[in-house]
């Protein structure tokens, strides 16, 4: 089992629709979680980050994280065409003070249609 | 805002020649992270570091070396390569990795 686990897609809503992307870890020593978006070709870019259960918005993202069900999820409202690109779940385990490292899942593809 | 600034944006080598990839962290970030992405793939972690000192190891293969100098900036050196190691490679930096990374524009790196 992968540690970071997501549905590849593609995943498709139409504009102004609500896209919801998933993911799921294994690692319950993971203590932070990150969301970045990735357009083809490009570097991944950070759109959010959450360490405490709940959620956490900003603007049209909010990412959601459940530790019991290790789960977390990123919420697009108003979905637009230039939100289409690849979203990559990335989590943390840091242990003892290390630095660590980021675990990526393969990511979900995500097609806005106008 | 300063960025993570990565050279070559490009580069092209023959089977079982040598390349190096550089890396500039932003300033004042303590750490460096290099990343393979092949295609259609997720980013997997190679190696980073931590002050100057290799922090972490993840799946780099041995015929790959990187080291982390004075003034921060990282290289990655890769030898003998192979076709396989055709991929984009990011290096990335941080401050306190637990406020995220900061990924460079990356190096498109093709073995022929």
């Known amino acids: 089992q992968k540690e970071v686990e997501q549905n590849s897609g593609p995943l498709s809503v139409p504009e102004g629709a609500i896209a919801s992307l998933n993911c799921t870890y294994s690692?319950?020593?993971?203590?932070?979680f990150f969301w970045y978006r990735q357009y083809s070709g490009k570097s991944p870019e950070l759109i959010m980050f959450i360490y405490s259960n709940g959620d956490k918005e900003d603007g049209r993202f909010t990412a959601q994280l459940n530790k019991a069900s290790q789960y977390v999820s990123l919420l697009i409202r108003d979905s637009q065409p230039s939100d289409s690109a690849t979203y990559l779940c990335?989590?943390?385990?840091?242990?003892?003070?290390?630095?660590?490292?980021?675990?990526f899942g393969k990511g979900t593809k995500l097609s806005v249609k106008p | 805002a300063a960025g993570v600034i990565q050279s070559p944006r490009h580069l092209i080598k023959e089977k079982r020649e040598t390349a190096t990839l550089k890396c500039y962290p932003i300033p004042r970030h303590d750490t460096v992270y290099w990343y393979q992405q092949g295609p259609g793939q997720d980013p997997q972690f190679l190696i980073s570091f931590y002050e100057k000192m290799q922090s972490d190891k993840g799946s780099i293969p041995d015929r790959f070396s990187a080291q982390q100098f004075s003034d921060y900036h990282s290289e990655l050196n890769m030898s003998s390569l192979e076709l396989g190691d055709s991929a984009l490679y990011f290096c990335?930096?941080?401050?306190?990795?637990?406020?995220?990374?900061?990924f460079g524009s990356g190096t498109r790196l093709t073995v022929v």
């Open positions: 990335a989590v943390n385990r840091n242990y003892g003070g290390s630095q660590g490292n980021l675990i």
């Open positions: 990335a930096s941080s401050l306190r990795q637990v406020y995220g990374y900061t």
């Open positions: 690692d319950r020593g993971s203590q932070s």
